[in-house]
């Protein structure tokens, strides 16, 4: 009897797990067509690089402005694909900014990281910042992740 009831839970268990397996599959990429935003502004230069480190913990985007500089109203540009507007990043603040308020031109979002998650997060490889529509991009110093 033991045996038995040990056996049905290991089948249960199984057909557990692979149907979890196999919606993993199924399941869709972030994707809200009312977010989309402009799209990335490819005839803009990068005009310098500013003392500003961005290192990605968790969800989250963390930036450290190590300059005397204050960043107002600007576009600020994941991967030269996601934008997210950003009201002020004053000098020596550290700002946290969740990955899931970058979107693209299309609506569609950088996959997020967590215990739970589907897909590999976006890795943070660049990142700019476009103060006005003909100004050159700011580039920040994007530190990979460990992992």
Request: charged residues 25%; hydrophobic residues 45%; contains cysteine.
């Amino acid at each position: 009897m033991v045996r038995i009831l040990f056996k049905i839970r290991m089948v249960v268990a199984t057909l557990l797990l692979l149907t979890l397996a196999g919606a993993g599959g199924c399941f869709p990429k972030r994707y809200d067509a009312a977010k989309a935003t402009e799209r990335y502004p490819s005839n803009l230069p990068v005009g310098s690089i500013a003392d500003i480190q961005v290192t990605r913990d968790g969800n989250e985007m963390v930036i450290v402005n190590a300059t005397v500089i204050d960043f107002k109203d600007m576009k600020l540009w994941l991967n030269r694909r996601y934008m997210h507007m950003v009201e002020r990043i004053e000098p020596g603040e550290t700002v946290r900014i969740d990955m899931g308020e970058f979107w693209d031109v299309w609506g569609g979002g950088p996959n997020p990281g967590g215990l739970l998650r589907w897909y590999d997060p976006t890795p943070i490889v660049v990142v700019e910042a476009q103060i006005d529509e003909s100004s050159p991009l700011i580039g920040f110093l994007s530190i990979p992740d460990e992992n």
